[in-house]
């Protein structure tokens, strides 16, 4: 069975300080895809990574960066000298590959990120 | 700029009195998508479309709707909202198999129940 698991359910550190945000997941399928997203206090669901399940690379954008390791069925995410505006919700998903209609994110429950002043 | 635009931002409806919410979008995405979000929780599907195909969840209650009437336009129906309805409402759209998974979201709409 399919399933996303964000064990910190909220998170809390002082800006300028490093973070990482964890998350494991469980799939049968061998090509599947892995996303970020972050929740700001507005609401608005933002994209920020996409990984396929052949590409293990590491991802580096800015203050962001992704390490996907798939022996250890794990995707985390790190902010690196973290800012106030970081303070969001943030959000790990699945999607199995390619199935016919199969176009569903599977959520994991989401990290609260705080970055206290 | 291409986006998701989701109407109204805020609406506050009265227990059993039908609401209506809709979505644009300017990305031409075959899929669209409507979610339930409550505080603190992930978001749940409710229903998609591919281009004209509706896919229905399982678990979604008879109580909501949705049309897509062109492939710009997406509206969620509920028809007699409960004080359980209350939640935000986000849309999403999706390019389909060109790049899979990948959903872009709208800002989403918080329903009141009164």
């Known amino acids: 069975a399919q399933k996303v698991t964000q064990a910190q359910t909220e998170i809390s550190v002082v800006e300028k300080e490093d973070v990482t945000l964890d998350c494991v997941y469980e799939t049968r399928d061998t090509t599947y895809y892995l996303f970020w997203y972050k929740q700001p206090p507005s609401g608005e669901l933002v994209f920020l990574i996409r990984r396929n399940s052949f590409d293990e690379q590491n991802e580096i954008s800015g203050r962001y960066s992704w390490n996907f390791q798939k022996s250890t069925s794990s995707f985390n995410f790190t902010i690196t000298a973290s800012q106030v505006v970081d303070s969001a919700v943030y959000f790990c998903?699945?999607?199995?590959?390619?199935?016919?209609?199969?176009?569903?994110?599977?959520w994991g429950a989401g990290t609260k990120l705080i970055i206290k002043p | 700029d291409a986006m998701v635009i989701q109407n109204p931002r805020y609406q506050v409806t009265q227990f059993g009195k039908p609401v209506t919410l809709s979505c644009s979008q300017t990305l031409n995405h075959n899929v669209m998508y409507w979610y339930q979000q409550k505080s603190s929780q992930a978001p749940k599907l409710l229903f998609h479309y591919y281009d004209k195909d509706f896919n229905n969840e399982a678990d979604t209650p008879d109580n909501f709707q949705s049309r897509r009437p062109n492939t710009s336009f997406c509206f969620l129906d509920i028809r007699s909202p409960g004080l359980g309805d209350a939640a935000m409402y986000l849309c999403?759209?999706?390019?389909?198999?060109?790049?899979?998974?990948?959903?872009?979201f709208g800002p989403g709409t918080r329903l009141l129940v009164l």
């Open positions: 999403a759209t999706s390019p389909g198999l060109a790049v899979v998974g990948t959903q872009y």
């Open positions: 998903a699945l999607s199995e590959g390619v199935r016919d209609s199969n176009y569903q994110l599977i």
